[in-house]
């Protein structure tokens, strides 16, 4: 198995696949409360069933070329992941995404595996714009974005019904020659 590591604390982003699906859930159960803060996952993952069939719709999807889920890890313990919920290589664009679990939250873990994950999308398959679809009231999320360079396209308003309630969302992206003149940039 790979690892890319994310810097010089033990961080590392690697494969996330359906045979760790008991390994995922206790991860999700762990943070079930806050990630479902936002994110409609801990409604999805409730065990190891469906664990192992979320696992495998992003299976299908790298098999496919049309998504793919990587794993965060800290000392090696599963504490999130980033995702590619949408890749579309021949119009060129994706959506990304992510989620911690508590324990893990204000480290860079998110920032520094989505430039993981956009310089794969955008060298190695070709992707000219990738999204981020956040909750407005997701001041972490937010900060992210900014954090990569990524332009604030416009809110939905009252777009996402989540838990009987509608959210705003916020649309960021950046396009692949934005994201090579920024990676020149950085040291």
Known sequence: MYAISLGDDGAELCPLEPWQAGEFLAHIDRGRD???RFNGLPDIVT?????RAYLQTYADRTAADTGRICAIRADGVLVGAVILRTLDVAQGNAEAGCWLEPAAVGRGLVTRAVRVLLDWAFEARGVHRVEWVVSAGNE??????????MARD????QSYAYRGERHDEEVWSVLAPEWRAARGARP
């Open 34 to 36: 806050f990630i479902g």
């Open 47 to 51: 065990d190891l069933e469906s664990s």
């Open 140 to 149: 972490p999320s937010v900060a992210v974005a900014r954090r990569l360079g």
């Open 154 to 157: 416009g809110v939905l308003r």
